[in-house]
């Protein structure tokens, strides 16, 4: 932790960058942190409970933090995907923003309100992304910190959630959905936190035509939810940022994962943190599977 | 029964199904079957699209949420593509949206992506009385309220016009 506050420090003084975007201990709880001054580089932290992805914040639409000037990030591995999906994406420029990679441990499930400053990750704690974690150690960094953790403990909660869906009839899966969206508000957290969505005109806010209402009726919710896992195919990171975000407590993960888990299983596709890998939707391969053509 | 139920004139349900096709070889097969008279159930509706791959996700999305009980996508066979590879870009989202839509809850059976080439009258005779009779066995898709609040006012306001008048 040291390590990362002096490097911080350092970056800033010598206005290599104007703004270190990382996390901080808050009143409620571990919060992103956007220090322009070196003697504040000492707030910085990094543990478990530090679950955002602040690769959100590089996205276009930021404009009032890219107004502070050259941007310095503190990412975990599976941050830094979101980092190399944007610069895929060409929506930032290599040069134009310092990656400070941190090696990685797991996280927690949830961003605790009040705990103790020090957290043990249990299989019941852990976040159902760490496991089995590829990108502990990224690959995409300018600068890295930290020790290497020790590997994370597996979900136990979770991990096997996709599976009892799929083991359901269509119409059960039906009814679970429903139920689900029903509670949605149409707040467009998930879609403001994460990292992949930057469009600056979403298709679900247009009039006209009107495709997705932007109501919160059921089959409107329905609508945009499918819509924006389409749109995340091949290029959602897993962060699970809309599913922590969702104030409705909506399982937004599961679809998220269920997607990946298509991609990965007919496109060979995962989500990794080298820019120069192209999406898998924007390729082709004549011999894809087509078992669903009739 | 359904009270939006159309084709044919009685009141018994019969499935509605909308068809996404290609200009270049479906549409001109589906031209086909129809000039060599092959019997075909009239529930399918065509719309025609240059391009099996300008078939947006969000038409069948939104085809499925207002009552269509059944889609059909259709394009040229891979490789014979009139913008070349149209269709293989097709077939990726298509994947995608397929395990979708049923890891959400809509019936396999309701969805038909097929290639029918433009002299492949049988096959769409075949594709479209096979989709019918699927969905059939199906029934009629759940909808949801579809209509928003604004929309809902509006209304309310208009009968409320209608009173006064």
Request: hydrophobic share 40%; net charge neutral.
């Given at each position: 932790?040291?390590?990362?506050?002096?490097?911080?420090?350092?970056?800033?003084?010598?206005?290599?960058?104007?703004?270190?975007?990382?996390?901080?201990?808050?009143?409620?709880?571990?919060?992103?942190?956007?220090?322009?001054?070196?003697?504040?580089?000492?707030?910085?932290?990094?543990?478990?409970?530090?679950?955002?992805n602040?690769?959100?914040?590089?996205?276009?639409?930021?404009?009032?933090?890219?107004?502070?000037?050259?941007?310095?990030?503190?990412?975990?591995g599976c941050?830094?995907r979101a980092?190399a999906g944007?610069?895929?994406?060409?929506?930032?420029?290599?040069?134009?923003?310092?990656?400070?990679?941190?090696?990685?441990?797991g996280?927690?499930e949830?961003?605790?309100?009040?705990?103790?400053?020090?957290?043990?990750?249990?299989?019941?704690?852990v976040s159902v992304r760490c496991a089995g974690c590829e990108a502990?150690?990224?690959?995409?960094?300018?600068?890295?910190?930290?020790?290497?953790?020790?590997?994370p403990?597996v979900s136990s909660q979770r991990a096997g959630e996709i599976a009892q869906l799929e083991k359901m009839s269509t119409?059960e899966r039906r009814?679970f959905w429903?139920?689900q969206?029903?509670?949605?508000?149409?707040?467009?957290?998930c879609?403001?936190?994460c990292p992949m969505c930057?469009?600056?005109?979403?298709?679900?806010?247009?009039?006209?035509?009107?495709?997705?209402?932007?109501?919160?009726?059921?089959?409107?919710?329905r609508?945009?939810q499918t819509m924006r896992m389409l749109h995340q195919a091949g290029r959602c990171v897993g962060c699970l940022e809309c599913e922590r975000?969702c104030?409705?407590?909506i399982p937004l993960g599961l679809l998220t994962r269920y997607v990946a888990g298509v991609v990965d299983q007919r496109f060979g596709y995962k989500p990794c943190d080298d820019?120069?890998v192209p999406a898998p939707m924007g390729e082709i391969k004549?011999d894809d599977e087509e078992e669903f053509i009739? | 029964?359904?009270?939006?139920?159309?084709?044919?004139?009685?009141?018994?349900?019969?499935?509605?199904?909308?068809?996404?096709?290609?200009?270049?070889?479906?549409?001109?097969?589906?031209?086909?079957?129809?000039?060599?008279?092959?019997?075909?159930?009239?529930?399918?509706?065509?719309?025609?699209?240059?391009?099996?791959?300008?078939?947006?996700p969000?038409?069948?999305?939104?085809?499925?949420?207002?009552?269509?009980?059944?889609?059909?996508?259709?394009?040229?066979?891979?490789?014979?593509?009139?913008?070349?590879?149209?269709?293989?870009?097709?077939r990726r989202r298509f994947a995608v949206l397929h395990d979708l839509l049923g890891f959400m809850g809509i019936e396999d059976?309701?969805m038909?992506f097929?290639?029918?080439?433009?002299?492949?009258?049988?096959?769409?005779?075949?594709?479209?009385?096979?989709?019918?009779?699927?969905?059939?066995?199906?029934?009629?898709?759940?909808?949801?309220?579809?209509?928003?609040?604004?929309?809902?006012?509006?209304?309310?306001?208009?009968?409320?016009?209608?009173?006064?008048?």
């Amino acid at each position: 932790m040291k390590e990362l506050q002096e490097l911080a420090a350092k970056l800033l003084r010598d206005q290599n960058v104007q703004v270190v975007i990382g996390y901080e201990d808050g009143p409620a709880g571990v919060r992103p942190a956007f220090i322009t001054d070196a003697n504040d580089a000492a707030r910085l932290i990094f543990d478990p409970r530090c679950v955002h992805n602040l690769a959100t914040y590089l996205k276009p639409q930021r404009k009032h933090i890219a107004k502070l000037g050259k941007i310095a990030i503190v990412v975990k591995g599976c941050d830094a995907r979101a980092v190399a999906g944007l610069i895929r994406e060409q929506q930032i420029t290599r040069e134009n923003v310092i990656v400070i990679a941190v090696r990685c441990g797991g996280v927690l499930e949830k961003a605790p309100a009040k705990a103790a400053k020090k957290v043990e990750l249990t299989e019941e704690n852990v976040s159902v992304r760490c496991a089995g974690c590829e990108a502990r150690e990224p690959k995409l960094y300018d600068y890295i910190v930290g020790e290497l953790p020790t590997e994370p403990p597996v979900s136990s909660q979770r991990a096997g959630e996709i599976a009892q869906l799929e083991k359901m009839s269509t119409a059960e899966r039906r009814k679970f959905w429903d139920e689900q969206f029903s509670r949605c508000i149409r707040c467009d957290a998930c879609r403001e936190v994460c990292p992949m969505c930057f469009c600056l005109q979403c298709v679900a806010l247009r009039a006209q035509p009107q495709w997705i209402d932007s109501s919160p009726t059921p089959a409107a919710n329905r609508a945009w939810q499918t819509m924006r896992m389409l749109h995340q195919a091949g290029r959602c990171v897993g962060c699970l940022e809309c599913e922590r975000a969702c104030p409705k407590e909506i399982p937004l993960g599961l679809l998220t994962r269920y997607v990946a888990g298509v991609v990965d299983q007919r496109f060979g596709y995962k989500p990794c943190d080298d820019p120069s890998v192209p999406a898998p939707m924007g390729e082709i391969k004549t011999d894809d599977e087509e078992e669903f053509i009739r | 029964m359904k009270d939006n139920a159309c084709c044919g004139t009685t009141e018994e349900w019969s499935p509605k199904i909308v068809a996404f096709v290609c200009y270049w070889c479906t549409y001109t097969g589906a031209d086909l079957a129809g000039t060599s008279r092959l019997k075909m159930d009239p529930n399918v509706r065509i719309i025609r699209l240059p391009c099996s791959s300008r078939v947006n996700p969000l038409f069948l999305i939104k085809a499925l949420e207002r009552g269509a009980d059944g889609i059909i996508v259709s394009g040229c066979h891979p490789g014979d593509c009139h913008y070349s590879t149209g269709n293989l870009h097709a077939r990726r989202r298509f994947a995608v949206l397929h395990d979708l839509l049923g890891f959400m809850g809509i019936e396999d059976g309701r969805m038909t992506f097929s290639w029918v080439s433009a002299s492949e009258g049988i096959k769409w005779q075949q594709t479209v009385n096979e989709t019918i009779a699927r969905v059939r066995a199906l029934g009629p898709i759940q909808t949801l309220h579809p209509v928003g609040a604004q929309q809902l006012i509006a209304e309310m306001g208009s009968e409320k016009g209608d009173q006064a008048r």
